[in-house]
Structures are given as C-alpha cells and as structure tokens.
C-alpha cells in the first residue's frame, strides 16, 4: 500500500486559520481543527494561573481562547496576529499576565505548531516537514523591505517547529485554484480576496487544461491589494458608534477666553486596535487618563472610558463592534449593548452610518480592484468571472461596489473562510507530488 506523503497547506490569517493534509485516496482535506470546524480563529489566550510546560506558558486556541477571555478568566487574549508581521514588535517581548513575558514571534510559531500538532493528530504521515504557505499580495503596502521581512518572519517561525521544506503562495491565486475546480472552459477570473487584515485581487487564467500544472507563472496575469480589510472595518464601526459614547470626538468644557478643544483621541484609536488594545491597560496610562477627567466637557463620558480600562473590556467593546458590523452587513439596522458598562447603555448602529464608516476604506479596496485589472492590461469588461472569497466579502455593500466595477463578469462566491486552504493545498499536492 503507497505511503500517504508527508506535507501540508496552510492558511494563516487575521482571524481565522486552516490547514490541508493529504488523504488515504490521494485527495486533500482540511483537518477539523475544533469539533464541528475545519477552521479556527487565529486566537491565544495566556492564563495568568497555571505553569509553564514544553511549548511555554499555559494558553488557548481558537475559538477555547475567546471562551476563556469571554468567560473571565485572568490572561491576556492575542487576535490579528499576523498583523505584527513586517513591523519592529516582532522581536518584542510583550507581558502576558502573571509576571510572564513573551516574544511575539515565540506567540505566532507557537499558533503554528498548534495547527502542525492537530494536522498529526488527525493523520497526517510524518515528519510532516513540508509545508505550502498562503501569504497576502502584501504584508506591508508600499514598503517591499518589510514585505520581504514579514515573510521572512513567517517562514522562520514554520521553520522553528518543524517544517524544513517552507514555500509560499498568494492567497488570492489558491483561491483561484478552488474556483477552477468547477470552471468547464478556459477563462479569466478576477479574485477577491477580502480577509480580516488585507484586501487582495488577482487576475488568473484557469481552465481544466491548466489546472495540473505546476507552474503557474504564465497564468498569473495581476496581483494587487491594499492593507485595508475586516478589522480595519470593525476598528471604523467602534470609532463610529460605540466610542462616541465614551468621549471620542467630543469636547472638553468652555475656558474664559477659549473654546473648547476636543478630548485627545490616542486612547480611542489603540481602544479599537486589537493588538494595541492591551497597550491602555499599563499603570503608568491608566494613571495618565485618570489625571484627564478635566478634559471632557461630560463628566459621564470619562466615567465610561475609565470602566473599559480598569475593568479591561477593550477587546469586549470591540467584539461588539465586529458583531454589529456583521449585524449591518446584509442591510438593516441593529443595537448595540453596552450594559456590561453601564446598565441601559446602548448604542444604535444604520447600515448608513456603517457606510459613511467605511466608504473611505471601501473606495481603495474598489480601486486596487481597478488597478489590478489596469496591471494586467486587461479591461473590465474582459473578466469573465468575479470570484468573492474571505470572511470581509459578506459585507454586502462591499460585494456590491466591486461587482459594479465588473458588470458582464458572472459572480461565484466561494467558501469565505475555507477556499483559500483548500486551494493552497491543490497547490501543495501539484508541488510536492511533482
């Protein structure tokens, strides 16, 4: 009986992350990396109780880490991890509750040897050390040193737990590979990637003829996106509706001969931040915004601000505000609770305020759609498929901007949270195969 190789794919995203193996039959399947769920949110919690093992400090994954954050228990909760990717807090240590520090790149290889650990776990043959990587068009826009140092990082982490054979695909491109499955005649497809940390599009050739290939290079024609995504949004829609109940935008009282100045709004922006989120927790600025009840005209306001800080709740106020996005995302209107700040607080959320929100955001993700299309010396009206993929492309005001660009390309809608693995495992299979 033939060996099953040993060599996986994986989707390492913003919010959420899945991984491929071969199967007994020769095909690829995801791996059930939670019950019930072949994806997991790219999530850690570090306990504060509890004692070191092996792999660190004692922690969560997945959807268990936000259970653990959501239930109460002391710790620090890590999301959107890859954004740390390409900038200077990579080699950072950061405080994780109980005294203990941790590296930020020792956080992201130890979410990967996770994944590796439940990949074995459910079949995969050993030594598991090859391994095909999904990576954004780019980490860092505009800047290709920290693009390259961004995959660098990546790739040193995989490397660190084990994977020794490491190459990299654009997550665009696999998700093309998953569409070209269901294609019957030679076209092309414009791919919207729309994830939680990158907005991405790429142009590709597909048809049953190519899709044994290899290599690709000539069916690739564009690659283009912008670092505006899902948690940008989610940051938009808290800045616009939960925040102003806590001070942003708002005015400090009237002084004899000058008017009032609005309330300093750093807290505000790193409050709608995930991973700056932790940052307004430190002594030294919970005593700095203690010290600045004089700025706000409402006293109420800072009341508010100093609850979410002293009791921690930033990362629950902005759970509520992917929520609500998600809420408005189809059309319509929802209310927010706050009562876990104040009882009867809450916040009313429009689809039209959520699109005031995030036109700005929308317009460049439409644009760089444009400019992909420009890139590839190609029309818009030469796209035969539009294919929407990632979690952001439920965003229906988003969806419907892009496809408005593209009117004679026929709309398919992917798995939001799954084609791009299981693409990059197509992909890893032709490789490694090969």
């Not at 954050?69 to 950061?94: A, C, F, H, P, V």
């Not at 990967?112 to 068009?137: C, E, H, M, T, Y």
């Not at 030679?186 to 990158?198: C, F, K, M, W």
């Not at 035969?384 to 993929?389: G, K, P, V, W």
Request: net charge negative.
């Amino acid at each position: 009986m033939p060996q099953t190789p040993s060599f996986c794919a994986v989707d390492f995203g913003t919010s959420n992350s899945a991984i491929a193996i071969p199967d007994a039959d020769g095909s690829m399947r995801l791996v059930e990396l939670e019950p019930g769920h072949a994806t997991m949110p790219t999530a850690v919690f570090y306990f504060v109780e509890g004692r070191h093992d092996a792999d660190g400090p004692p922690r969560a994954f997945g959807r268990a880490a936000i259970k653990a954050y959501i239930d109460g228990n002391d710790g620090r909760l890590m999301r959107s991890m890859k954004s740390i990717l390409g900038s200077g807090l990579i080699e950072q240590t950061t405080d994780v509750g109980g005294g203990r520090g941790v590296k930020y790149f020792d956080i992201l290889a130890g979410y990967l040897k996770r994944l590796r650990n439940a990949a074995l776990a459910s079949g995969a043959a050993q030594p598991l050390d090859k391994i095909v990587l999904g990576r954004p068009v780019f980490f860092v826009d505009r800047e290709p040193e920290r693009d390259a140092a961004a995959q660098a990082s990546l790739e040193a982490a995989a490397r660190a737990v084990g994977f020794h054979e490491v190459h990299f695909q654009f997550e665009p491109i696999a998700a093309a590979f998953d569409y070209e499955r269901q294609v019957e005649r030679e076209s092309l497809v414009l791919v919207a990637d729309i994830g939680g940390g990158t907005s991405d599009f790429s142009i590709v050739r597909v048809g049953p003829e190519r899709m044994q290939r290899v290599d690709r290079r000539e069916d690739i024609l564009a690659n283009h996106g912008v670092h505006i995504a899902g948690t940008d949004f989610d940051r938009h829609v808290e800045l616009a509706s939960i925040l102003r109940e806590f001070g942003y935008r708002s005015f400090g009282p009237e002084r004899a001969g000058s008017p009032p100045r609005e309330v300093p709004s750093a807290v505000y922006f790193d409050l709608a931040t995930w991973h700056l989120i932790n940052t307004v927790y430190s002594p030294m600025r919970v005593a700095e915004l203690r010290q600045m009840k004089s700025f706000y005209g409402d006293p109420l306001h800072h009341q508010r601000l100093m609850t979410v800080v002293e009791e921690r709740l930033g990362h629950e106020l902005a759970g509520r505000a992917e929520a609500a996005k998600i809420a408005v995302s189809g059309g319509g209107d929802t209310v927010i609770d706050l009562s876990l700040i104040e009882p009867g607080l809450e916040v009313a959320l429009s689809e039209r305020t959520a699109v005031e929100a995030l036109d700005r955001d929308i317009e460049r993700i439409v644009q760089a759609g444009r400019e992909t299309v420009a890139q590839a010396g190609l029309k818009p009206e030469q796209i035969d498929a539009l294919y929407f993929t990632g979690g952001s492309t439920g965003l229906r005001l988003l969806a419907d901007r892009i496809a408005r660009e593209f009117p004679a390309a026929t709309q398919v809608r992917g798995d939001r949270f799954a084609s791009v693995a299981t693409g990059l495992g197509l992909h890893a299979a032709r490789l490694f195969r090969a």
